[in-house]
């Protein structure tokens, strides 16, 4: 089990278009996240395929996002996004 915490401050660039007067975190910028933290391991992770994404619940600027990562094969991991315990976003992914 592997931790990461990330907050997208309502400053983003994002953020203006998505969506006007009520700003939520793009999923794109979230993935990019969940990559980009498995690439911070002290071994670090490669992701080469998503092979699932469900999202749940809108992730809003200045949230504390909370990712949970899970073994499930030595090149298959899941994974969830959570705001104060409450899963926002699941996914499944192959890495190398």
Do not use: W
Not at 71 to 83: D, G, K, R, V
């Amino acid at each position: 089990m592997i931790l990461f915490d990330f907050i997208i401050n309502n400053e983003h660039p994002s953020l203006p278009g998505h969506f006007p007067n009520n700003p939520i975190v793009p999923g794109a910028i979230i993935i990019e996240k969940v990559i980009q933290k498995l690439s911070e391991l002290e071994t670090p992770k490669e992701v080469t395929t998503l092979l699932a994404i469900k999202f749940i619940k809108p992730i809003l600027p200045n949230q504390k996002v909370t990712i949970l990562y899970k073994n499930i094969s030595p090149t298959l991991l899941s994974f969830e996004c959570s705001i104060d315990g409450k899963v926002s976003v699941l996914g499944r992914l192959s890495t190398r």
